[in-house]
């Protein structure tokens, strides 16, 4: 399998423009989630979904963030007007949801997406 | 709320030192715990983790962590670091609630690792 495949993996944009951020999970993986990596606030999760429905995105910063996953293989996390302070590496994550037993799953990471916005 | 908490930002070391980066969490009931590693301009990958049983795990190139449940820690150890393990290091946190499918991970904030040849 490939992994987890992230698109663009730099972004360079000014504020005020929108920018789209693509995840393509490992096949088979009924979980998806987006996380944001800064050096002041570390890694922090934005939003979860199963089976392609959003079950948790209390870590969106604010409605400039959404986030949709129209089907199994595919999601993206878009951002309307950018500002500066998005300025982060963004990663996706998926997994195969546990069912029973102590076991869990590990998270698969992606390469990132490096945004920059000016 | 969970939370987890790295008291080394950044540690530095000389090939062939020992290492131990520390890791606590709060949280009162069971949780399963992780290491992940990050290695210069690449993604996280898993390094080892914990649910149950024996509470030394033993991890990939080396890396063990032990369990002290009463000291909520999970603490990060290798007996002889290299040159390759120079990588920014984080520990992880799901609390074991009984739901089934999948919970968020909390992080800890991280800890950047140098290792000097």
């Known amino acids: 399998d490939a992994g987890v495949i992230q698109s663009p993996r730099h972004e360079v944009t000014e504020m005020g423009q929108e920018v789209t951020l693509r995840c393509k999970p490992i096949s088979g993986h009924d979980y998806l989630f987006w996380y944001r990596q800064t050096m002041m606030r570390g890694l922090e999760l934005l939003i979860y979904?199963?089976?392609?429905?959003?079950?948790?995105d209390s870590g969106m910063p604010e409605d400039r963030f959404s986030a949709k996953m129209p089907n199994a293989s595919f999601s993206t996390l878009k951002i309307q007007p950018s500002e500066p302070r998005d300025s982060a590496v963004y990663f996706c994550?998926?997994?195969?949801?546990?069912?029973?037993?102590?076991?869990?799953?590990?998270?698969?990471f992606g390469p990132g997406t490096r945004l920059t916005v000016l | 709320a969970q939370s987890v908490s790295q008291h080394n930002h950044h540690v530095i070391l000389s090939e062939a030192a020992s290492l131990e980066l520390g890791c606590n969490y709060s949280y009162g009931g069971t949780v399963n715990l992780f290491w992940y590693v990050q290695y210069p301009g690449q993604h996280l990958q898993l390094l080892l983790k914990y649910f149950s049983g024996d509470p030394l795990v033993k991890g990939i190139k080396g890396f063990e962590a032990e369990f002290i449940k009463s000291k909520f820690s999970f603490n990060l150890r290798k007996p002889s670091v290299q040159w390759s393990d120079t990588a920014e290091y984080f520990c992880?946190?799901?609390?074991?609630?009984?739901?089934?499918?999948?919970?968020?991970?909390?992080f800890g904030q991280g800890t950047r690792l140098t290792i000097n040849p």
């Open positions: 992880a946190v799901i609390p074991r609630s009984g739901i089934q499918g999948a919970q968020k991970l909390v």
């Open positions: 979904f199963n089976n392609n429905v959003p079950i948790d």
């Open positions: 994550a998926s997994t195969k949801g546990w069912y029973g037993g102590s076991s869990y799953n590990e998270q698969f």
